[in-house]
T-cell receptor, first 113, second 114 residues
Framework: GAGVSQSPSNKVTEKGKDVELRCDPI?????LYWYRQSLGQGLEFLIY????????KSGLPSDRFSAERTGGSVSTLTIQRTQQEDSAVYLC???FGTGDFLFFGPGTRLTVL | AQSVAQPEDQVNVAEGNPLTVKCTYS??????LFWYVQYPNRGLQFLLK??????LVKGSYGFEAEFNKSQTSFHLKKPSALVSDSALYFC????????????FGRGTSLIVHP
């Protein structure tokens, strides 16, 4: 498929555990974004990559959250010591250029018990 | 700083009637404006964008949006609503003098009644 893919689609974890969420952007897209969607809260920006660099990490809610991107392609969002308030749908998006519209993946629904 | 507001959490319209989903924005420079749609259990999909040029922008599925600089608005419209248009709609803005990060509104749930 030619779209943005994310895995897993659903993740249920226990409070205090670490989780890794993966995003495969569209091939050739240099910009990659992570957002979080909570019920009634809209989309909350987390982090943005241009290539492998993250010029803007301002949206990461705490130091428990980190992300990396390798080879200008796959990105991993890691949440350490998960808390119940981390429960949300985590969305990844990519774009060819920074001024263009975003292609979104289907999201990873994270539930922290 | 950039921000976007969608003042209605929900819009109800009868099938066949025109629909409007409202969006206002605030930027320091010039806005790049976008509408996205999220169907149930699906990812967000791009509908249309305004960068420059004609104030009336046409997009996918018969939707259009009108850029109004004086009112700082970018309302989404469709002349005749379909039941299948029922979904969550998001407006987004990026300031051409700011960062490369689009800011999204809280979303408006559109419900089209048969």
């Amino acid at each position: 498929g030619a779209g943005v893919s994310q895995s897993p689609s659903n993740k249920v974890t226990e409070k205090g555990k670490d989780v890794e969420l993966r995003c495969d952007p569209i091939s050739g897209h240099t910009a990659l974004y992570w957002y979080r969607q909570s019920l009634g809260q809209g989309l909350e920006f987390l982090i943005y990559f241009q290539g492998n660099s993250a010029p803007d990490k301002s949206g990461l809610p705490s130091d428990r959250f980190s992300a990396e991107r390798t080879g200008g392609s796959v990105s991993t969002l890691t949440i350490q010591r998960t808390q119940q308030e981390d429960s949300a749908v985590y969305l990844c998006a990519s774009s060819f250029g920074t001024g263009d519209f975003l292609f979104f993946g289907p999201g990873t629904r994270l539930t922290v018990l | 700083a950039q921000s976007v507001a969608q003042p209605e959490d929900q819009v109800n319209v009868a099938e066949g009637n025109p629909l409007t989903v409202k969006c206002t924005y605030s930027v320091s420079g010039n806005p790049y404006l976008f509408w996205y749609v999220q169907y149930p259990n699906r990812g967000l999909q791009f509908l249309l964008k305004y960068i420059t040029g004609d104030n009336l922008v046409k997009g996918s599925y018969g939707f259009e949006a009108e850029f109004n600089k004086s009112q700082t608005s970018f309302h989404l419209k469709k002349p005749s609503a379909l039941v299948s248009d029922s979904a969550l709609y998001f407006c987004a803005v990026r300031d051409d003098e700011g960062s490369y990060i689009p800011t999204f509104g809280r979303g408006t749930s559109l419900i089209v009644h048969p």
